[in-house]
């Protein structure tokens, strides 16, 4: 949205992974030949308001879990079990783009064996269940119940139809390396793609463009 003087960027909230030499921002750069640049943000990431109860989600693990314990005595246990929970979807996100992407040979023999069970062994089980359907089971707390579900928008649906393996994954993005916020803004990341992808454009060389005659 603009208006004189303004912009006001739409789409990005934040994004994680973008440190240095990691995954995401290996790729941003590739693709954006390195213009566009990240800002890390601060440690706490997001306020919680339940109520009259402020909540804090911050980057690291272990002083996540020590502010939730903090906010929500009696619950040590709970909480214990969920972040347990959610150290435990690392690695699913990989499964299934792996099998996608392995021969059909391979793939068959990865059923036959039941490889396969123990691959997305985080996509069953309670793993399978809603993010909501997970809270419900580890906590009577309705307040620790919705500080585990918060941020069911950044899956796209609701917490009663966000599988916790997805959610889970969410949590684990933001706590490898933070957050961070593109320099520029969301439209600063179009503008650096456009811009680079032009460049691959201007160097590739296209074939000759034939004519033909007009009758």
Request: one cysteine or more; hydrophobic letters at 35%; proline letters at 5%.
């Amino acid at each position: 949205m603009f208006i004189p003087r303004y912009e006001f960027d739409a789409g990005i909230h934040y994004v994680g992974e973008m440190g240095p030499g990691q995954l995401y921002r290996t790729l941003l750069d590739h693709i954006t030949d390195g213009q566009l640049e990240f800002a890390q943000m601060p440690r706490e990431l997001d306020h919680v308001r339940i109520g009259e109860k402020q909540c804090t989600y911050v980057h690291g693990i272990d002083e996540w879990t020590r502010r939730l314990k903090k906010e929500f005595p009696g619950e040590e246990a709970a909480i214990d079990k969920y972040i347990g929970m959610v150290k435990a979807t690392d690695g699913a996100q990989f499964a299934i783009p792996l099998v996608k992407l392995l021969p059909k040979w391979i793939v068959r023999l990865i059923i036959k064996t039941g490889l396969a069970h123990w691959a997305l062994n985080g996509w069953s089980g309670e793993y399978g269940k809603s993010t909501m359907e997970v809270a419900r089971s580890l906590t009577k707390n309705k307040s620790l119940q919705t500080m585990i579900a918060y941020d069911w928008m950044d899956g796209g649906t609701t917490p009663q139809n966000l599988l916790f393996t997805v959610a889970g994954q969410i949590k684990l993005h933001f706590q490898r390396n933070g957050g961070y916020f593109p320099v520029r803004g969301a439209s600063g990341t179009d503008s650096s793609i456009f811009q680079s992808s032009t460049k691959e454009v201007i160097r590739s060389k296209l074939p000759p463009v034939k004519s033909f005659p007009t009758t």
